[in-house]
């Protein structure tokens, strides 16, 4: 009969110990990536834009003068992404138009004839414009200019909102969780750092 010698992750060498979190991260990423990204959703900072470029543009107290609540509120709601797309539509509150439009590029003299609608397109969440003034209106070119620039700037923010879920994804199957993970579990390596 042939004995096998079972360790902890703690016993392990360290080459061993590397196999070992990648042989549990492999589990662990087919068990729980739905349960990865829902970690990685869960965050109210998620949709908010990064802080220097809000405080920039609506000032260092836009998150107090806003209620104490992000302009992009996360309701964590239907968050769904993968590859190249991302959908927020339902969790996804613009908390104040005012600001909202002014960090996207709208002057707030061109601001009233301009109405926007966030909706669910093909691979992602996007922003539809409606202009309200006549084309003949010696306004209508600022305000198309300003459409075309606020239209690419959402486009590329849901960009970074998709990175940051990403990310998130990431970061839940780091090396250092899975480590956690291994030593808060019951798991049992042979020499290898193979799993039993």
């Not at 926007?116 to 309200?132: D, P, Q, V």
């Amino acid at each position: 009969m042939r004995t096998v010698t079972v360790y902890n992750f703690k016993e392990l060498e360290p080459v061993a110990k590397l196999r070992a979190i990648e042989e549990v991260r492999e589990e662990l990423m087919e068990k729980e990536y739905y349960e990865a990204a829902l970690w990685a959703a869960d965050d109210c900072a998620l949709f908010e834009p990064v802080h220097d470029e809000m405080t920039e543009i609506l000032g260092n107290d836009y998150y107090e003068k806003n209620g104490n609540q992000f302009v992009f509120k996360n309701n964590r709601t239907n968050i769904g992404f993968d590859d190249y797309e991302i959908h927020i539509y339902e969790a996804l509150e613009i908390t104040n138009d005012k600001m909202f439009k002014k960090w996207l590029g709208i002057p707030d003299v061109l601001s009233g004839w301009i109405q926007y609608e966030i909706e669910e397109g093909a691979s992602k969440t996007e922003i539809e414009f409606e202009c309200t003034l006549l084309s003949s209106d010696p306004r209508y070119p600022a305000v198309a200019t300003a459409i075309e620039k606020a239209s690419a700037k959402f486009s590329n923010h849901m960009a970074d909102i998709l990175i940051r879920l990403e990310n998130g994804v990431e970061d839940y199957f780091s090396d250092d969780n899975v480590e956690d993970r291994i030593l808060e579990g019951e798991y049992e390596f042979d020499e290898s750092g193979s799993t039993y």
